[in-house]
């Protein structure tokens, strides 16, 4: 079987160069258009007598308009077949399948909502708080995981799943 691909500027939900086979582009394109996003936040901010830290936690929530037939898509190596939720980063990985054919275009995403939770903590009181939930929201926690005093893991949980996670150790 033979396979034409295709890649050409897209600018939606999505924007950037998209690589698909040509006989599905377009259907493809409708996908990542009809795709709402939603964008949560987490922010821890840490304050201490001789700082000031911050670390940010992003997760995005895609829901398709519909499930492909022909073809499958995957975005940040979360296959997209109803709603999904993927760590967010710029630049975000789009993989399309088709048959045995696969192509990968890296994408912005335009979010259509942008949801934040900020939470503003001192040193001592995140040390003492291993394993706790600090921030919730719309079904989501934000856990903190102390390794020392200092050493921190952010983590995005949905449903007890991870999601996202990130790394703040303060230094002094």
């Known amino acids: ?66 499930v492909p037939e022909k073809f499958n898509v995957t975005i940040n190596a979360h296959p997209v077949n109803g709603t999904v939720i993927v760590p967010y980063a710029s630049g975000i990985p789009v993989s399309v399948e088709f048959g045995q054919f696969e192509a990968t275009s890296y994408l912005e995403v335009h979010p259509e909502n942008v949801l934040k939770a900020i939470g503003s903590f001192n040193e001592s009181e995140l040390d003492n ?20 005093p200092g050493n921190y893991t952010f983590i995005v949980f949905h449903n007890g799943t991870e999601v996202s996670a990130g790394g703040l150790e303060l230094r002094r």
């Open 1 to 66: 079987m033979t396979v034409t691909m295709r890649t050409a500027p897209i600018n939606g939900t999505f924007s950037g160069n998209l690589t698909a086979p040509s006989s599905i582009f377009e259907k493809v394109v409708r996908f990542l258009n009809g795709t709402n996003t939603t964008l949560y936040a987490f922010e821890a901010m840490v304050i201490g007598e001789r700082l000031n830290a911050s670390i940010t936690v992003y997760v995005l929530k895609l829901v398709p308009p519909f």
């Open 129 to 148: 708080l291993n394993g706790s939930t600090v921030l919730t929201l719309n079904g989501f926690r934000f856990v903190v995981q102390v390794s020392r």
